[in-house]
């Protein structure tokens, strides 16, 4: 009774096998990850504000045409501190007299979004206590109101 040898080479399929398993592997484990994590959904009603895209360009042509800048920043650290914005007229002089409601969040993960109430400090200066708990990058949305006039703007702020 003789034994059957295998031919060289045989298991050389098996290398294209076992490639195509991590392959898929990896694909599995990279497909549960994107799913699992940060969906990066910027809105809920993206169909809504499509059909309104007319009437934020008609916002935004009247807010260029009040020509107001605004400059925010961050004072303090993670733990305590509070958000500075200024904001100036065409010429440069401070706005006062604005009611703002403003939203930070963080670019990068959810669950930590705060509202912030800002009081007026003077000279277009306002200020609103935050306690926001991640160092880096914050992104403000606000909208500043007075009479007719509507401000609406995002800005970055870095968090120490």
Do not use: C
């Not at 990850?33 to 009247?62: C, D, I, M, P």
């Not at 045409?65 to 509070?82: F, I, K, R, T, V």
């Not at 670019?107 to 930590?112: A, F, K, L, Q, R």
Request: a neutral charge; aromatic letters at 10%.
């Amino acid at each position: 009774m003789s034994k059957k040898q295998r031919p060289d080479g045989w298991w050389y399929p098996w290398i294209f096998v076992g490639g195509f398993v991590i392959v898929i592997a990896v694909n599995g484990v990279m497909a549960y990850v994107a799913t699992s994590t940060w969906t990066g959904l910027e809105t809920k009603h993206a169909f809504e504000e499509g059909n309104n895209y007319n009437a934020t360009l008609a916002q935004r042509q009247q807010q260029d045409q009040l020509g107001w800048m605004a400059d925010a920043s961050y004072d303090g650290n993670a733990a305590d501190g509070s958000v500075v914005l200024r904001i100036t007229d065409k010429n440069g002089q401070g706005i006062n007299g604005l009611a703002i409601d403003a939203l930070a969040r963080r670019p990068t993960s959810e669950g930590h979004d705060q509202v912030l109430q800002f009081a007026a400090v003077g000279d277009g200066l306002y200020r609103a206590p935050a306690n926001l708990p991640l160092s880096g990058q914050w992104e403000l949305r606000y909208t500043a109101t007075r009479a007719d006039d509507l401000f609406k703007i995002r800005q970055r702020i870095r968090v120490p």
